[in-house]
C-alpha cells in the first residue's frame, strides 16, 4: 500500500532516496518523507500531497546532507493524510528513524503499554509503535533491538531503520509485505519493489517472512527469525529502465495498453510447442480434482469470471469464480479434490493471501497467476504461473489483466487435454486462435484514434452502464471499472438480461449504454437489450466483431474489433474499453496513473 525505500553508500542520500520514491509513488501517493543519517543525528524531511511536494522542500534545504538514508510515499491507513502522519516517524529520542508498508494490528495495545512508561507520541499511526519500542528496546545493540522489536508485532509489515548511533547501518526486516535488497558496489539499497532500485543495480534479494537484513555500504548480511545468520541467493533482474518508464508516452497507462501485444507474446510463446501448451511449471494430475475454485480482487477478478467461463466450458468442471475479501470468510466448503487458482498482478493484495491461506487450511491445491517475480502469492502457492506482463506500473492494471485472462485460457486447455474433455481438434484450434492473440490485440488497438473521438464525445455523462451477456458480461464488469476507477465517474456493469429487472428504471434520455456484442451466441437477445434501452432514450455505443453489420443499424456508434473464438473474446474486446476509461479520464482532467484514494497494490484488509 506503501512504497519504501533505502540507501546507504557514498552518494548523497536525498536524490536517491527521492527517485526511488517518485517510481514507487504508484503504492501510494498522500504524503512523502526522507530521513537521513548525519554525524550523529537524524534529519528528516515531510511533506503531504505527492513526492514532487517533498522533492521541493528538499531543493528548499541545501543542509539536508547524509549518505545514509529511508524514505516512504503513503497511502494512509491509520491517521489522515498529513505531514505529522506520514514517514519517516521518530523515537521520542530522536536515535531512531522507521519506514514501514503494512498494517501493525497490535498497536494500540503497544502504544498503551509504552505510554505508561510515560513516551509520548506525535501521530496517529500504527507506524510510530515501532520506532518507540524499538528505541524503549535499546541497550546498544541496533540488531538486536529490532529483533526483540519485531518479535512483539503482529500484522504485516516491510520496514526499513536508520539510528543516529550506527553511521552508514540500516535495518530491514519483513513480515507479508514486499521487501527487496538491491546489491551495487560501496553502496547497497532496499525497497518495496525493483521499479525504485532498477536505475541503480539490476541484483537483486528477495527477503522472505521472519527474516532481517544489516545493510552497511559495504554488505548486507542477513538473519533469520532466531537471529542466526543465513545465506541468500543474489537475483539478476531482466528488464532495463525504460520498462519501469514511460517511453514518451504521457501516462503509464497509455504506455502499458499498448505494451499489450508484446506482453500477450512473451506470456504465450514460451508455453507453446508443437502446436501444444506445455507448462513445465506445473506438475498437477489435474484428474484428482472435482471442482476449481477461482478467487482474486477487483481487475484479476474480473479475469477469474472469464477464466471460470473458459475452464468450465473445456474441461467439463465446476468452476466458482469469487472475490477473496468474501470467500476468506465464508467459510467454504473444498477439500484435497479443490484446485483454488489465485490471481494477483502484484502478488501482494492482502485480500488475496488471506483466502488463500484459509483454502490451504481445507486441504486445497494452490495454483497462483501473479505477474511480479518473487512476490508473496508466487511464494505462498504450491504452483505459479508467471504472466510475463513486466512492471505495470498505472493503478488502472490492462496488460495485467489480458495477461491474466490468456494464461487462464492456457490453463484451460492444457487441463483439458490432461482431463480429455477436448477433442484434438478443438484443441489444435484453441492453441492456434492463442497465438494469434496478440496481433489480434494490435489490430485492436488500432482503433486508438476513433475511440478517442468516441471519448470526446460521450466524457460528460455522469453516469454510464455497460452491458452484455456470458463472456460480454465479465468484459463488461472490467470496462467499467476501468472507467470508474480512473475517470471517478458512475458507471455499472449488468448481465444484459437483468436490465428489466430493475435497473431499467435508470435509462433516460441521454444516457450513455455500452453494449458488449462480440459473444455472437447470444448477440440476438443482446440487440433486444439495445434496443429497449435505446426505446427509453439511451444512447449505445457498442463494441462487435468485425463484419456485424446488424449492429450498426441498431447502436448509435460501433468499435469493431477483429474475430475470435469466443472464449477468447475478453482479451481483444476489453482494449478498446481500456482506451476509453483512459480518454474520457483524460479528457475530464483526472489523474490517470494515479487515481484519487486508489494505491497500486493494496496490501491492507
Ligand atoms: O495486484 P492484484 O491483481 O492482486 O490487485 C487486485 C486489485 O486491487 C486490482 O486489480 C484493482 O482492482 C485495480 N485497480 C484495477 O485496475
Known amino acids: 500500500m506503501c512504497g519504501i525505500t533505502g540507501y546507504t553508500g557514498f552518494n548523497q542520500a536525498g536524490p536517491i532516496l527521492l527517485e526511488g520514491l517518485k517510481r514507487l509513488e504508484y503504492r501510494g501517493y498522500d504524503s512523502a518523507g526522507i530521513a537521513v543519517q548525519d554525524e550523529s543525528e537524524i534529519k528528516m524531511l515531510k511533506a503531504t500531497g505527492k513526492v514532487s511536494h517533498l522533492v521541493e522542500k528538499f531543493e528548499a534545504t541545501p543542509d539536508f546532507t547524509g549518505v545514509c538514508g529511508i524514505g516512504h510515499t503513503r497511502w494512509a491507513t491509520h491517521g489522515i493524510p498529513s505531514d505529522t502522519n506520514a514517514h519517516p516517524h521518530l523515537s521520542a529520542d530522536g536515535k531512531f528513524a522507521v519506514v514501514h508498508n503494512g498494517i501493525i494490528e497490535n498497536f494500540a495495545e503497544i502504544r498503551a503499554e509504552l505510554q505508561k512508561y510515560g513516551i509520548e507520541f506525535k501521530s496517529e499511526t500504527d507506524t510510530e509503535v515501532i520506532v518507540q519500542l524499538l528505541a524503549y528496546n535499546y541497550k546498544g545493540n541496533f540488531k538486536m533491538a529490532l529483533m526483540k522489536t519485531i518479535a512483539r508485532l503482529e500484522g504485516s509489515y516491510a520496514i526499513g531503520v536508520i539510528s543516529a548511533d550506527h553511521p552508514g547501518t540500516i535495518l530491514a526486516a519483513r513480515l507479508s509485505s514486499p521487501l527487496i535488497i538491491g546489491i551495487g558496489i560501496g553502496e547497497n539499497y532496499f525497497a518495496s519493489d525493483i521499479t525504485a532500485l532498477v536505475s541503480n543495480t539490476k541484483n537483486v534479494i528477495d527477503m522472505d517472512d521472519g527474516e532481517v537484513a544489516e545493510i552497511t555500504p559495504e554488505e548486507v548480511k542477513f538473519y533469520d527469525h532466531a537471529g542466526r545468520e543465513i545465506n541468500k541467493e543474489i537475483r539478476h533482474i531482466t528488464w532495463d529502465i525504460a520498462s519501469a518508464e514511460k517511453s514518451g508516452y504521457e501516462h503509464f497507462m497509455l504506455k502499458e495498453i499498448m505494451e499489450q501485444p508484446q506482453a500477450l507474446k512473451a506470456t504465450i510463446e514460451p508455453r507453446v510447442k508443437d502446436e501444444s501448451i506445455v507448462l513445465d511449471e506445473l506438475n498437477l494430475d489435474m484428474k484428482k480434482f472435482n471442482r476449481i475454485h477461482i478467487t482474486a480482487c477487483g481487475s484479476a477478478y474480473h479475469a477469474g469470471c472469464v477464466g471460470r467461463g473458459i475452464i468450465e466450458s473445456l474441461c467439463r468442471i465446476p468452476v466458482e469464480a469469487e472475490v477473496a475479501s468474501e470467500l476468506r470468510y465464508r467459510d467454504p466448503i473444498m477439500d ?64 495485467g489483466y489480458t495477461t491474466q485472462v490468456v494464461l487462464l485460457a492456457m490453463f484451460a486447455v492444457w487441463a483439458a487435454g490432461e482431463m480429455k474433455t477436448i477433442s484434438q481438434g478443438a484443441y489444435i484450434s484453441m492453441v492456434k486462435d492463442i497465438m494469434r492473440l496478440p496481433e489480434r490485440a494490435q489490430r485492436a488497438l488500432d482503433l486508438n484514434s476513433r475511440v478517442k473521438t468516441m471519448a470526446e464525445k460521450y466524457f460528460d455523462n455522469s453516469s454510464l452502464f455497460f452491458i452484455g451477456r456470458n463472456m460480454d458480461y465479465a468484459v463488461a464488469l472490467e470496462g467499467s471499472l476501468k472507467l470508474k476507477e480512473i475517470s471517478y465517474l458512475h458507471s455499472e456493469a449488468y448481465a444484459a438480461g437483468e436490465l428489466k429487472h430493475g435497473t431499467i428504471a435508470l435509462i433516460e434520455p441521454g444516457r450513455l449504454v455500452v453494449a458488449l456484442c462480440c459473444y455472437e451466441k447470444l448477440l440476438d437477445k443482446t440487440i433486444s437489450n439495445i434496443q429497449q434501452v435505446k426505446a427509453r432514450g439511451a444512447r449505445v455505443l457498442a463494441v462487435a466483431h468485425e463484419g456485424n453489420r446488424a449492429i450498426f443499424t441498431e447502436a448509435d456508434d460501433v468499435l469493431s474489433v477483429p474475430v475470435t473464438d469466443p472464449l477468447l473474446v475478453p482479451v481483444i474486446e476489453i482494449i478498446p474499453l481500456q482506451l476509453f476509461a483512459y480518454y474520457v479520464a483524460k479528457k475530464n482532467g483526472c489523474d490517470i496513473d494515479k487515481p484519487k484514494n486508489l494505491a497500486k497494490s493494496v496490501t491492507v484488509e
Open 336 to 399: 484435497e479434490k479443490t484446485l483454488v487458482i489465485v490471481i494477483s498482478q502484484s502478488g501482494e493484495t492482502a485480500d488475496t493471501i488471506a483466502a488463500m491461506k484459509e483454502c490451504r487450511s481445507k486441504g486445497a491445491t494452490i495454483l497462483a497467476i501473479v505477474n511480479v517475480v518473487g512476490s508473496s502469492i508466487a511464494k505462498l502457492a504450491d504452483y505459479c504461473l508467471y504472466t510475463w506482463a513486466g512492471p505495470e506500473i498505472a493503478v488502472a492494471t490492462t496488460k
